[in-house]
Each structure stands twice: as structure tokens, then as C-alpha cells.
């Protein structure tokens, strides 16, 4: 195929530019579109009009030199390198060196001058120029997409990335919007930044956000329905680029963002980056295409690094907090161990040392002493080795079908030994409570804790009611003291392993029941609140579904 290109010849003699004009007209690979000009001033005037491929330059013009024309050119006409031949005259070597240095991409001799010497040069600067256009808008598309690169990786918050990714993409194509869409698990997802060009509708951008959810709940095929021009095919299988072929629409570029080795080998497909435009028809360049690619690509890189750098940030937030933990237990050990171990000693020892004199009343009022105080560090160690296995997350959760009338019969059987003359449990029960799945252990765990605290916190007796509503799906578990209460302060925090509440005074107690009894209602995907008043009483409520959402 013969290219046609444009020509411009700055000569004062016309008879000069009528044989140039022949003899480029007669080029065999190449046509030319050529334009005259008599004197400086009007090349420059055309120069400034229209594009020219290559400018043929005679050096002596009558309203200027040809150099100061060609620093002129330069000067005046920024917007790609312009291509010079100049045309000297025999013995004018001096000019000809000069007008190289400036940049001219070759000179003739007008007297040696021959058909194909001139066509040979013209077709030869032609191609030099194509390649430092090439090279120049390489050079200029890295420098973009490193700057670009640079603005979106300088941040290691992942917000913050995408944010300005979006920013960025959509100054640098300059188009009317731009979104970062990305998949959940479960192939929907949702649109996680977008910048939109001022003026534009922002309903606009939750059209393609619709679309994308639409598509991404359909059989896990995201493409079917999105409108797309250009889809860069990097990655994509073809059942994709099959059916993205289908639905090609006129205004969007759409580029996959693929992580490389986020261990999840079967969806490395993070997301979807979009640049829309619609105030105008407008169809995309390859270089844009490509650089949305490269700059794709980078914003994978980043999006890794977030990711990596918070999933270490919260491991080392774990093992700090394993870490207070375990010397927490160390504390507690050493502090709650101490009271009741010279207890069982000095018990042991009275036992010991003066048994055969102490009566038999007496000798078990020691024995009993051992007795509970050993209870009572046996629970201690029981209660930690079941927080260390939550800290762990290695709680074991078995829901089976349960009796909740029997279940709490039971435990409320048991609570009742315990109980002094001063207090009254009171049980009541409505509603629909069958259908109940649950892990029996850890239930236990829970209301074990609640009602020995309703218990233990009410010093001065009073009644203790405990009720238990069935709704449809879930089961409500209400456990009412009238007790020291807590103050409000520290309502908050008693959740958390070894908190206690300011006005315990000496009741004796570590502060792990309320953190087991809540990680225990979690793993059943329930919930459990606290309302007290000091001096009033205390009211605890546990909400347990009745078909944890896995059964
Ligand atoms: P233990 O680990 O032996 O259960 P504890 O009872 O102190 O010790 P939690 O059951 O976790 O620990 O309770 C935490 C704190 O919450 C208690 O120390 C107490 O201050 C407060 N608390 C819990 N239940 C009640 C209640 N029914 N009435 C008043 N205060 C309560
Ligand atoms: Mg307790």
C-alpha cells in the first residue's frame, strides 16, 4: 500500500519547486500531498494551519534565512519535532552543518539535485521522523504511566489507593468517569471507588455499578450484560471474551485487575477497572488501551502490597494481644492461685499436724475448706484454658437438636445448690422454643456463668428471674437480678477477658465468664446485651438463633 504524506516545499523560485514537486510526484513508493510556499512568512503561516510530514527548506529566502525560519519552526510550532530538509547551494557546506545541528534531518545540494537522490531523502526522513514520533510518544506514555504509577503506590492504605487511582486514570485519559469494580467471593461485587468528571450525573456511574451486580450474580459470568467496547484480553478466558464480544457498546474501556499470587489461584480476577465516557462518542486509542493495561497492572502490585501489609499488621495485632493475654494469665494465676493454695496449706498442715486432737466437726469444717478452695482454682484453670482456646480460635462449635425446656431445667437444678435461703430463682417459659439447634457445652458455658454471676453479684439475696421466649427463628434467654449492678463506666469493657466491675468489692472473681459467655453465644451467631443500674440489679439478655445459619 503507498502512503500518502503531507510535503511542504519554502522556496523563493518557483521554477526550483516545480522540479522538486515533479520529481517527488514520480516516487514509486510513496505519495505526497504537497503545498508551496514563496517566502519565510507564509511556510510559517501554513505550518501553523496543517500538520506537514517533512518541510523542504531552501536556505536563502528573501524575507529571512532559512535557519532563523527553522528556529522559528521550532519555537513557534511546539507540538511534535518538525522534520527539515535544507536546501543549500554548492560551496554553502557551513550552513548545511549548522542547520544539522539544529536539528535538520538532512540537506541537499539544489545543484547536484536528481529525482531519486531527492526521493531517496525525503522517504528517508519520513521514516526517521516516524521513529522518533514513536519513540517520543513511548517515552512520553512511560513517563506517564511511572508518574501515574508513583501517585497511586505512594499510599499503603488501600482506600487511599484506589481513590486516587481512579483520580488519576481519569486525568490521565480524560474521560468522563472512571470505576474500580470489585468482586466478592461470591462473584457479586460491588463498585469500590469511581471519580466522576464534574458536570456528570453520578446516577450514571451506579448504572455500570447495576449492571456489574446484575452480571456478577448471574452463574458467575460477569461479562454478559456489561457494555463494552475495548476489553484489554490479557488474562481472560474465552468464554469471556466470547460473551463480552456480544455486548460491545460504544464509550467504555474496561481492563481486568488480575493478582498475581494471591494464593487464591482459582479467582486471581481481583476486580475490573472502567474508564466510560459518554458526552461523546469516542473511540479508544491503542496506546490508551494499553496504558490502561500497564497502569492495571501497577495497581495490582499496590492493592497486594495493602493487603499484604494489613494482613501482617493485623497478625501483629494478634500477637500482641496473645501476648498481654498470656501475661495476663501469668498475673492472675500468681494473684488468684495465691489466696487459695495457703488456704489448702495451712489447712493441710492444722490437718496434719493437730488431727488427732480436733473433733470431727471440726476436721470436716478443714476438709471442706480444701475442698471448695480446690473447686474454685480447678474452675480458674477450666475458664482459662477455655479463653486460651477462643484467643485461638480453636472453640469447637457442634450445634445438635436440644430440648431447651430440659436443657435449662437442668442447669437452673444445679444453680439452685448454690442458692441461700435469701434468694428465688424464678423460671418462666412461653412461646415457641422447639426447633433448637445448639452446641451444649458451650450453652452451658454461657448460662452457667449468667446465673452464677446473677447469684454471686446479689450478696444481699433477692429474686432471680429467668425467662425464656421462642419467636419463630429465634430464642430469647432474659436473666433479671436485683443485685449491686454496675456502673455504667464500666459497662462497656466487661466483655473482655479479666475486666471486672469497680464495685465487686470482695466477691471473689477472675472476669472471664462474660468473654466466654459472649465468644460462646457468637460461634452460634447470637447475641448478648447488659443493662444495669448500680444498686438496682442487673438484667442480661442472650439471643440464640434457633438454626445456627450451617446446620
Ligand atoms: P469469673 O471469671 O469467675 O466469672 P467474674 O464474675 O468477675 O469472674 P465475669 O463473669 O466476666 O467475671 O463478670 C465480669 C464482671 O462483670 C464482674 O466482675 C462484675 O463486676 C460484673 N458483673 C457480671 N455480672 C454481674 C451481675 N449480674 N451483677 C453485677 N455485676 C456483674
Ligand atoms: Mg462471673
Same mark, same amino acid.
Given at each position: 500500500?503507498?502512503?500518502?504524506?503531507?510535503?511542504?516545499?519554502?522556496?523563493?523560485?518557483?521554477?526550483?519547486?516545480? &522540479?522538486?514537486?515533479?520529481?517527488?510526484?514520480?516516487?514509486?513508493?510513496?505519495?505526497?500531498?504537497?503545498?508551496?510556499?514563496?517566502?519565510?512568512?507564509?511556510?510559517?503561516?501554513?505550518?501553523?494551519?496543517?500538520?506537514?510530514?517533512?518541510?523542504?527548506?531552501?536556505?536563502?529566502? =528573501?524575507?529571512?534565512?532559512?535557519?532563523?525560519?527553522?528556529?522559528?519552526?521550532?519555537?513557534?510550532?511546539?507540538?511534535? =519535532?518538525?522534520?527539515?530538509?535544507?536546501?543549500?547551494? %554548492?560551496?554553502?557546506?557551513?550552513?548545511?552543518?549548522?542547520?544539522?545541528?539544529?536539528?535538520?534531518?538532512?540537506?541537499?545540494?539544489?545543484?547536484?539535485?536528481?529525482?531519486?537522490?531527492?526521493?531517496?531523502?525525503?522517504?528517508?526522513?519520513?521514516?526517521?521522523?516516524?521513529?522518533?514520533?514513536?519513540?517520543?510518544?513511548?517515552?512520553? %506514555?512511560?513517563?506517564?504511566?511511572?508518574?501515574?504509577?508513583?501517585?497511586?503506590?505512594?499510599?499503603?492504605?488501600?482506600?487511599?489507593?484506589?481513590?486516587?487511582?481512579?483520580?488519576?486514570?481519569?486525568?490521565?485519559?480524560?474521560?468522563?468517569?472512571?470505576?474500580?469494580?470489585?468482586?466478592? =467471593?461470591?462473584?457479586?461485587?460491588?463498585?469500590?471507588?469511581? #471519580?466522576?468528571?464534574?458536570?456528570?450525573?453520578?446516577?450514571?456511574?451506579?448504572?455500570?455499578?447495576?449492571?456489574?451486580?446484575?452480571?456478577?450474580?448471574? @452463574?458467575?459470568?460477569?461479562?454478559?450484560?456489561?457494555?463494552?467496547?475495548?476489553?484489554?484480553?490479557?488474562?481472560?478466558?474465552?468464554?469471556?471474551?466470547?460473551?463480552?464480544?456480544?455486548?460491545?457498546?460504544?464509550?467504555?474501556?474496561?481492563?481486568?485487575?488480575?493478582?498475581?499470587?494471591?494464593?487464591?489461584?482459582?479467582?486471581?480476577?481481583?476486580?475490573?477497572?472502567?474508564?466510560?465516557?459518554?458526552?461523546?462518542?469516542?473511540?479508544?486509542?491503542?496506546?490508551?488501551?494499553?496504558?490502561? @493495561?500497564?497502569?492495571?497492572?501497577?495497581?495490582?502490585?499496590?492493592?497486594?502490597?495493602?493487603?499484604?501489609?494489613?494482613?501482617?499488621?493485623?497478625?501483629?495485632?494478634?500477637?500482641?494481644?496473645? @501476648?498481654?493475654?498470656?501475661?495476663?494469665?501469668?498475673?492472675?494465676? #500468681?494473684?488468684?492461685?495465691?489466696?487459695?493454695?495457703? $488456704?489448702?496449706?495451712?489447712?493441710?498442715?492444722?490437718?496434719?499436724?493437730?488431727?488427732?486432737?480436733?473433733?470431727? $466437726?471440726?476436721?470436716?469444717?478443714?476438709?471442706?475448706?480444701?475442698?471448695?478452695?480446690?473447686?474454685?482454682?480447678?474452675?480458674?484453670?477450666?475458664?482459662?484454658?477455655?479463653?486460651?482456646?477462643?484467643?485461638?480460635?480453636?472453640? %469447637?462449635?457442634?450445634?445438635?437438636?436440644?430440648?431447651?425446656?430440659?436443657?435449662?431445667?437442668?442447669?437452673?437444678?444445679?444453680?439452685?445448690?448454690?442458692?441461700?435461703?435469701?434468694?428465688?430463682?424464678?423460671?418462666?417459659?412461653?412461646?415457641?422454643?422447639?426447633?433448637?439447634?445448639?452446641?451444649?457445652?458451650?450453652?452451658?458455658?454461657?448460662? &452457667?456463668?449468667?446465673?452464677?454471676?446473677?447469684?454471686?453479684?446479689?450478696?444481699?439475696?433477692?429474686?432471680?428471674?429467668?425467662?425464656?421466649?421462642?419467636?419463630?427463628?429465634?430464642?430469647?434467654?432474659?436473666?433479671?437480678?436485683?443485685?449491686?449492678?454496675?456502673?455504667?463506666?464500666?459497662?462497656?469493657?466487661?466483655?473482655? $477477658?479479666?475486666?471486672?466491675?469497680?464495685?465487686?468489692?470482695?466477691?471473689?472473681?477472675?472476669?472471664?465468664?462474660?468473654?466466654?459467655?459472649?465468644?460462646?453465644?457468637?460461634?452460634?451467631?447470637? @447475641?448478648?446485651?447488659?443493662?444495669?443500674?448500680?444498686?438496682?440489679?442487673?438484667?442480661?439478655?442472650?439471643?440464640?438463633?434457633?438454626? =445456627?445459619?450451617?446446620?
Amino acid at each position: 500500500m503507498v502512503d500518502t504524506w503531507t510535503l511542504l516545499i519554502v522556496d523563493d523560485c518557483a521554477a526550483d519547486r516545480k &522540479i522538486y514537486r515533479r520529481y517527488l510526484l514520480q516516487d514509486p513508493y510513496n505519495t505526497y500531498k504537497i503545498f508551496e510556499a514563496d517566502c519565510a512568512e507564509s511556510g510559517l503561516a501554513l505550518c501553523q494551519k496543517m500538520h506537514c510530514d517533512v518541510i523542504l527548506l531552501d536556505f536563502c529566502l =528573501p524575507d529571512m534565512s532559512g535557519l532563523e525560519l527553522f528556529d522559528r519552526l521550532n519555537k513557534e510550532i511546539l507540538d511534535t =519535532p518538525k522534520t527539515v530538509i535544507m536546501l543549500t547551494g %554548492r560551496g554553502d557546506e557551513e550552513v548545511a552543518v549548522q542547520a544539522m545541528k539544529r536539528g535538520a534531518q538532512d540537506y541537499l545540494v539544489k545543484q547536484y539535485l536528481k529525482p531519486d537522490v531527492l526521493q531517496l531523502a525525503v522517504r528517508n526522513a519520513i521514516k526517521q521522523s516516524y521513529l522518533q514520533a514513536q519513540l517520543y510518544k513511548t517515552r512520553e %506514555r512511560q513517563r506517564l504511566i511511572a508518574t501515574t504509577a508513583l501517585r497511586i503506590r505512594q499510599s499503603s492504605d488501600l482506600e487511599q489507593i484506589l481513590n486516587t487511582a481512579v483520580v488519576e486514570v481519569q486525568q490521565l485519559l480524560k474521560c468522563d468517569r472512571v470505576l474500580l469494580y470489585q468482586f466478592a =467471593p461470591d462473584n457479586r461485587g460491588k463498585t469500590v471507588a469511581s #471519580s466522576v468528571e464534574s458536570g456528570e450525573t453520578l446516577a450514571a456511574s451506579h448504572d455500570i455499578q447495576d449492571i456489574c451486580q446484575e452480571v456478577g450474580g448471574e @452463574n458467575h459470568v460477569w461479562g454478559c450484560k456489561l457494555p463494552i467496547t475495548q476489553v484489554c484480553e490479557v488474562g481472560l478466558s474465552n468464554d469471556y471474551l466470547h460473551l463480552l464480544e456480544q455486548f460491545k457498546t460504544k464509550d467504555n474501556l474496561v481492563v481486568p485487575i488480575h493478582l498475581s499470587n494471591n494464593g487464591d489461584r482459582e479467582n486471581p480476577l481481583w476486580g475490573l477497572l472502567i474508564a466510560h465516557h459518554s458526552s461523546q462518542e469516542r473511540q479508544w486509542q491503542t496506546d490508551e488501551v494499553e496504558m490502561l @493495561n500497564e497502569l492495571s497492572v501497577q495497581l495490582a502490585i499496590a492493592i497486594q502490597q495493602a493487603e499484604l501489609l494489613a494482613q501482617t499488621q493485623a497478625a501483629l495485632l494478634k500477637e500482641k494481644q496473645l @501476648n498481654t493475654f498470656k501475661s495476663q494469665i501469668v498475673a492472675t494465676v #500468681s494473684h488468684e492461685y495465691r489466696t487459695p493454695l495457703t $488456704s489448702i496449706l495451712a489447712a493441710a498442715s492444722t490437718l496434719i499436724k493437730y488431727g488427732q486432737q480436733l473433733n470431727e $466437726s471440726k476436721q470436716q469444717k478443714f476438709l471442706g475448706m480444701i475442698e471448695e478452695k480446690a473447686r474454685s482454682m480447678s474452675k480458674l484453670v477450666d475458664n482459662m484454658l477455655m479463653v486460651n482456646q477462643i484467643e485461638l480460635d480453636k472453640t %469447637r462449635f457442634k450445634p445438635i437438636p436440644l430440648d431447651l425446656l430440659q436443657f435449662f431445667t437442668d442447669i437452673l437444678e444445679q444453680a439452685q445448690e448454690t442458692l441461700t435461703h435469701e434468694h428465688e430463682l424464678i423460671f418462666n417459659s412461653s412461646g415457641n422454643y422447639q426447633d433448637f439447634w445448639g452446641d451444649r457445652g458451650l450453652l452451658q458455658q454461657i448460662f &452457667i456463668n449468667l446465673v452464677s454471676n446473677a447469684i454471686k453479684y446479689s450478696p444481699n439475696g433477692g429474686n432471680i428471674k429467668f425467662e425464656l421466649i421462642g419467636t419463630e427463628s429465634d430464642v430469647m434467654v432474659y436473666i433479671k437480678d436485683e443485685g449491686i449492678g454496675i456502673p455504667i463506666a464500666d459497662q462497656q469493657k466487661l466483655f473482655q $477477658s479479666f475486666s471486672r466491675g469497680s464495685n465487686v468489692g470482695t466477691i471473689p472473681g477472675t472476669g472471664l465468664g462474660l468473654a466466654i459467655a459472649k465468644s460462646c453465644v457468637e460461634l452460634h451467631g447470637g @447475641n448478648i446485651q447488659l443493662s444495669s443500674q448500680i444498686g438496682q440489679g442487673t438484667k442480661v439478655i442472650v439471643s440464640l438463633p434457633k438454626q =445456627p445459619s450451617f446446620v
